[in-house]
């Protein structure tokens, strides 16, 4: 049973090792909005731009930066922890960087907004004089992807009040080994969002201080599979999240195609680590992450009439996880 459903996993998600994007690469070095501007207009299909380590883009005046070709844009020299490029966002509601061609790559970057706090108390507030206190407040995102087999890797992305990488139809997307964080507005902050039929593969990254760090909206063929991260202890809701069709309000149970959350390091406690907020057509997958749960029970929810009994048969599968709380 258990090599059937790496199986599925194998079919579902095509995109662990995604091809090489080939093709000429940019010789120059940039280190100015207008340098990479003018080296986006002139790049071909595959081109390698690469961007000065300490580079900073102020895109807070600046229109949405739209990648609408195959290209990677890469740090140079190769990033580390201290030096990456960055572009910068100081609170208007546009995304910074819009991915509209498939094979783009993000390498080594880090995106930065200033929306960092939940804004909890002023929303609650907010919400008990009749105001949809969510909205009240900038609402930001760093990365829109709307194109199919991109890849985020290497970087940092944080204190955006909506969402870190917002993904809509964008098919085999890959966030690897990044740093995601401080995206927690209290109602919206999503690490990763998945929207409409977008399926992802997060692996190697490290999560903290998001409300939700991986969610999706849990349409029809949406699907995530959850790998090789550490979801740190400071969440403010679920790390790991999946919509169903009252929340949609469309009328369904669905939450989802497959959801797939294994060998995964999980430190909180004050949360659960993921909640059923529907029926999956496929499954949920939860298998061999460490926890810092006392008790298997602990780390799972339901929402949305959704109970332990009523998911359906092999729609929840949950084992091999260790939990190692005091």
Known sequence: MKNFLYIIL????????????????????????????????????????????????????????????????????????????????????LPLLTIKASG????G????????????????ELNKQGIKGVYQFPVTRGIDVNASEVRI???EISGFSHAGIFATDAEELAVVRSSIHHNQRWGL??????????????QHNIFDYNRHSVAGTGHSGQSYEASYNIFKKNHIASPLDMHGGKDRKDGTEIAGNLVSIH????????????????????????TE????????????????????NNLGWMKFIYKDNVFNGK
């Open 10 to 93: 194998l079919l579902t998600f095509s995109c662990t090792q995604l091809s090489p994007f080939r093709g000429p690469a940019s010789i120059n070095v940039v280190s100015s909005l207008a340098e990479l501007e003018e080296e986006l207009a002139r790049a071909q299909e595959g081109a390698v731009i690469r961007i000065d380590q300490n580079a900073v883009f102020d895109m807070t005046n600046e229109p949405t930066l739209v990648i609408d070709k195959s290209i990677t844009l890469k740090a140079h020299p190769k990033s580390n922890e201290e030096k990456k490029p960055l572009f910068i966002h100081k609170g208007k509601p």
């Open 109 to 124: 970057l880090r995106f930065e907004g200033i929306e960092r706090d939940s804004k909890k108390a002023e929303i609650i």
């Open 289 to 308: 992450n460490k926890m810092s749960y006392k008790r298997p029970e602990d780390a799972i929810g339901y929402y949305n009439g959704v109970t332990k």
């Open 153 to 155: 890797q290497y970087c």
């Open 189 to 202: 902050g999503y690490g990763v969002a998945l929207n409409k039929k977008s399926t992802a593969i997060i």
């Open 263 to 286: 060998h995964n390091v999980i430190e909180t406690t004050s949360v659960k680590a993921f909640i059923h907020r529907g029926k999956p057509e496929v499954g949920v997958i939860i």
């Open 104 to 107: 783009v790559v993000l390498d």
